[in-house]
């Protein structure tokens, strides 16, 4: 059995955090509809949207679950 607890989207690369702002927002609309249908086996906790660079927006558009590894831990490095 599955259960959806949430939503998460990853804006498309850019170096200005308002260029992922309109994504975004539409996950957050996308969220709240499912959330409205009050589906068996669906509970929206979740909506994780941003990343180290466009965290910031991402929090001005409801998301309740960043990633900011990069933040953290530095760029990776790949081979």
């Known amino acids: 059995h599955l259960r959806l607890e949430g939503l998460m989207t990853m804006g498309p690369r850019s170096g200005n ?44 558009e409801g998301s309740n679950m960043i990633r900011i590894g990069t933040a953290i831990f530095g760029e990776r490095k790949y081979k």
């Open 17 to 60: 955090p308002e260029d992922v702002r309109p994504y975004f927002r539409r996950t957050r609309k996308i969220f709240e509809r499912i959330r409205a249908l009050d589906l068996p086996n669906v509970d929206m906790k979740y909506l994780s949207m941003g990343m180290t660079n466009s965290y910031k927006v991402a929090i001005e």
